[in-house]
């Protein structure tokens, strides 16, 4: 009976020293758990064999890998590469919208030039030659009135068509930037890859010599109404 009774605190203390080893482990668990989504998130699928994979942090995920939506879920090799031209080409889009703006701007300082030079010839009609402000003669100054409202104005219909081209470029734009922030090394490269063709293929119209702009638009326009 002596036995026993020794045995008894030896079990009692066994057990009081096994209870925090077991609340240390199930405190553990949470953190586990939470470097786990840290590095990686499951999105869709458990933990089953094809999940998607999503990270916060630089990654190079390839096969699994997920993009703005459950229904984009890399599945093979192949349909990742489809992916990275593909991004690649939206990025090139968002450069030709930005050449079809600037083309359409072109568009309507030619067309509004048009209706300037007919305005500017029924204004030039002959009436008298009375001075004007700074000795201008009444004829030029008219002209000159009507050259700079010619070249403001724009139509409802023109500036419907300038804000859709902008809507769309913001939209692109706004996609490039959700996909960048997935962290993707690979799509990140396709990015950059794709903003150089852009530049490459739409971008030949930015460039013009020192002056050339201002010589060739307004300034010509201006010395043969005020000369």
């Known amino acids: 009976m002596s036995g026993m009774a020794g045995m008894a605190p030896t079990a009692a203390g066994a057990s009081m020293a096994m209870a925090p080893s077991a609340t240390a482990s199930m405190a553990m668990a949470p953190s586990a758990t939470a470097s786990m989504s840290m590095g990686g998130m499951d999105m869709g699928g458990g933990m089953g064999e094809h999940a998607c994979k999503i990270s916060m942090l630089w990654n190079w995920y390839t096969v699994d890998s997920c993009f703005l939506a459950e229904s984009w879920h890399v599945r093979s090799s192949g349909a990742f590469a489809g992916s990275c031209i593909g991004v690649i080409f939206l990025v090139i889009s968002l450069e030709f919208l930005r050449r079809t703006q600037r083309e359409f701007d072109r568009y309507l300082h030619r067309r509004n030039a048009s209706r300037r030079q007919v305005m500017l010839d029924s204004a030039a009609s002959p009436t008298s030659e009375e001075d004007g402000p700074k000795g201008m003669p009444v004829i030029r100054v008219r002209a000159l009135k009507w050259r700079t409202m010619a070249d403001t104005q724009l139509n409802l219909w023109q500036h419907t068509i ?54 060739s638009s307004g300034l010509s326009a201006e010395r043969a109404i005020a000369c």
């Open 162 to 215: 300038r804000s859709f081209l902008y809507m769309m470029q913001f939209a692109v734009a706004y996609f490039v930037m959700l996909l960048a922030m997935y962290y993707n090394g690979y799509f990140i490269i396709c990015i950059i890859i794709g903003a150089f063709l852009g530049a490459l293929i739409f971008q030949w119209d930015t460039f013009t010599s020192p002056g050339y702009g201002l010589l």
